[in-house]
């Protein structure tokens, strides 16, 4: 079931004038921020969007229009001409729209959506709200100058306030409403004069209406300056990092390399599928060096194969930083993946056969070009049945990374043969381990 979801966007942001003049529209890897909550909220669950926006309305209003259309999901848009005021004048704008519970987000927050979906599935009674309160006190990606401390017990929230110095969690800016929110945000403003979202939250923790949701360990962050940006993108990038399905070159040489070209790949117009086509494209050069013969071609074609596949982890990163995926993708990155393995391999063997032309060369090439096909044909079927065995024993998993890091390394020691008839055995021998193993768990 799908979740109306309110987004606050209608500060100034000051702290982030020099990055843009709009803070909702500020990128963050490629992608605006405001885009980034919308987005994660979607994943998490939420169908229908409202958004309150005040400084530099007019600028934010035409992107979600344009955004709206490009995901093809209602976003309705609600002007505060008090967005100077706290936050709790942006969230009573919202009052008319909601009438069950909601999500309440911040345009500025970054977080896992996971998260939200966590607060999402909980079931709350009239009158009730909670929030997604982080118990990690010592998290590095939260400013303790600038973030909102909670005291909690058990499940409830016990206080909130900035200024706490009894606290044991940090307020994480997400939000599961009923409408009770906006009569405790009236009562906040005429009782105490504090019109703060804050506010609200104090008075229904006073009366025990107030749920507070452990997130510890899930990813979020508060964007409200340049530090904090740098925090962020440091963050989704080492996400990246951590791929199950990583052979041990893709994980410990491939991968820290890729995530370094792919946070500069992430500023321009380039989609993954031309990441896709340059890998391959490269592939083939090296592959023509290999041909030609001679150890200075062989080096050089050596290096542009590793750079190949460093840059071919890329165009995944890039599609998941900058919401790009597609099976499509996925699929023709595969089919250019077969496509360069084979013509680095017929590559290597016509570069020993040169040197001896013999058949038994090109058997070898043959069978080597053969182990690699099946290797890359039974990696989903094989990958799927050991998934947690792999998980915890990552470093048997034999794939791309390592056969073309072994096409690498024999070709800068010039032991192109031998290294042909370690591919040759090794991915064959793995290839029919792999269908016994497949054929004992049917």
Known sequence: MGMKCLIIAAGKGSRLQLRGDSKPLIPILGIPLIERVVRTALEAGADEFYVVTGYQGDQVRAFLEQL??????????IVNEDWEKDNGFS??????YFREPFLLLMADHLFDPALARKLIGLSLNDGEIALGVDGNTQNPLVDMKDVTRIKTKSVKICNIDKGLADFNGFDSGIFLCTPAIFGALERCANEFGDTTLSGAVRILAIEGRAKAVDISGHFWIDVDDPAAIRRAESALLDNLLDKSNDGLVSRYFNRPLSVR?????????ITPNQISLFSFLCSVLAAGLFALGGYPTLLLGAFLAQFASVI???????ARLK??????????????????????????????YLNTPTNLILWIGFFAIIGSFLLSYTADKYDSLMRDRISRNKRFRLGRDTRVFAIFLGSIINQVYLTLVVIAVVMNIETIRRVIICRDHE
């Open 323 to 352: 919401y790009q995926s597609s099976h499509y993708g996925k699929w023709l990155d595969a089919v250019l993946d077969r496509y360069a393995d084979a013509f680095l391999l017929f590559g290597l063997t016509w570069h020993v």
């Open 261 to 269: 070209i792919t946070r500069r790949l992430v500023n321009y117009r």
């Open 312 to 318: 071919d982890g890329c165009d995944g990163e890039v």
């Open 91 to 96: 969230v009573l704008k919202a009052r008319e």
């Open 68 to 77: 709206s259309r490009r995901l093809e999901i209602p976003i309705t848009t």
